[in-house]
């Protein structure tokens, strides 16, 4: 199948493709908590004459092809999203306090486009695609539960990718960058404090331990990591987002709450941070009588990018794609030499498990240039992405698996 049919059967596909984005933008569901969102996939993929498989707490798996032998190429879409309430300035807006402000509903929905385009052509298909629908990438925990359950056998993966939208990109919308061999993605852990002081009247703070105080110590110590222990060549953040305690001005309360996250891009870095945490938020806490207890609560690994598919799937989608649309952090790294931000990302992102048992590769996909009106960052409670891209997203899943699985007959 050429690259100019196959995209010109998804853009006939984008008006269903945007459809089924905007029923998930306005019906967001978090973690493993997908009912919705998971009965609309499987409704949505048995009515193309799939029979989805349920995997793990909440992910679905679709095979596509297998009627040729060959080898098996796996896609990934995630699908939930984030306990935001939505401010963006959109008619599809959600109303539940939750918000696809990651984009996960333009890759479920892009991935429902894919699995259109494969079942067209699903007697060419040299080998299989397993089309992975995830739950709580958010909370680094979906594909660890989807590979616990089963996902990477029966069959058994060979190589695998997953595109992930990026808004305010300085790049046309439907732009594809593909990551470079080696880690694109750091290691997350999320981690919580609990500083236990002992309450009391505000007037009288000497009757009591005040954790607040002891908190705020902390928070400036835990940075001196970064300033004083690490390296110059040891990238990582330590952020503390969450601070919560007391319900009165006039009360010093029992216990402050603290949470926070680590990103790094090496593992005896990762460990020594999460050692360190845990050291001087007991020795602060001590320091003002206090106590503090140290919990990581959820994380996973680096992405690493395998070098063999990294540079398949570059080939591929600059086959598939206009020229000047489809580039390798190499290439825009060469291009600007003097900056490295687009050599690895910020955010972390679970498919590194995947990474870690399977080669994989990590695609970026541009969708929304800030001078377009698409100024605000994932994340955001105004964030927004052009729906332009999503036929293009779907052409790029299909067509990617489809070229790996035909040169790896």
């Known amino acids: 199948m050429s690259p100019e049919q196959l995209l010109k ?12 984005r905007r029923y998930l933008h306005q019906h967001p569901e978090t973690g493993f908590g997908l009912t919705e969102t998971k009965a609309f996939v499987k409704k949505e ?42 401010k963006a300035d959109v008619e599809f ?31 060419e298909i040299p080998g299989t695609v397993k089309l992975m629908f995830q739950p709580a990438e958010e909370i680094f925990e979906g594909s660890h539960d989807m590979i616990e359950a089963g996902l990477l056998e029966n069959p058994s993966v060979d190589a695998a990718m997953m595109i992930h939208v990026m808004a305010g990109m300085p790049f046309p919308a439907g732009t594809v960058v593909v990551s470079s061999p080696g880690v694109s993605a750091p290691a997350a852990d999320i981690f919580e404090i609990k500083i236990k002081g002992k309450g009391c009247h505000g007037s009288m703070p000497n009757a009591g331990i005040d954790p ?16 004083r222990e690490l390296g110059l060549g040891e990238q990582a953040v330590l952020t503390i987002g969450k601070m919560q305690a007391g319900t009165a001005a006039n ?30 938020s007991t020795g602060v806490a001590q320091t003002f009588r206090a106590e503090a207890e140290v919990s990581f609560t959820s994380g996973c690994p680096v992405l690493t990018n395998d070098k063999d598919v990294s540079a398949a799937c570059e080939k591929y989608a600059k086959e598939l794609l206009a020229p000047g649309k489809a580039f390798s952090v190499a290439e ?34 541009a969708a929304g240039q800030p001078q377009k009106g698409y100024k ?21 899943y299909a067509y990617l698996a489809l070229r790996w699985l035909e040169e790896h007959q």
């Open 9 to 20: 059967e998804a853009n006939n596909y984008q008006e269903k493709i945007r459809e089924e």
């Open 45 to 86: 993929l048995q009515d193309m004459g799939y029979e989805p498989v349920e995997c793990g707490k909440a992910g679905l798996i679709v095979l596509a092809g297998g009627k040729k032998e060959g080898k098996v190429f796996m896609i990934r879409g995630d699908m939930d999203a984030l306990p935001i309430e939505e």
């Open 93 to 123: 807006a959600s109303t539940n306090g939750n918000m696809h402000a990651c984009g996960h509903d333009m890759h479920t929905a892009m991935m429902l486009g894919a699995a259109r385009l494969l079942k067209e052509h699903e007697e």
């Open 212 to 227: 607040l105080n002891a908190a705020a110590h902390l928070l400036i110590a835990l940075q001196e990591i970064n300033t």
């Open 251 to 280: 009360v010093i309360p029992d216990e402050v709450v603290m949470g926070g996250s680590i990103r790094t891009f090496n593992e005896n870095t990762r460990a020594f941070i999460k050692k360190r945490l845990v050291e001087i």
């Open 332 to 365: 825009l790294n060469a291009m600007a030499p003097s900056d490295d931000s687009s050599s690895k990302s910020a955010g972390s992102e679970d498919f590194a498990y995947v990474s870690q048992e399977v080669p994989a590769v990590m695609l970026a996909l």
């Open 376 to 396: 605000y960052p994932q994340h955001h409670p105004m964030v927004k992405f052009d729906e332009d891209v999503l036929s293009v997203g779907s052409a790029v």
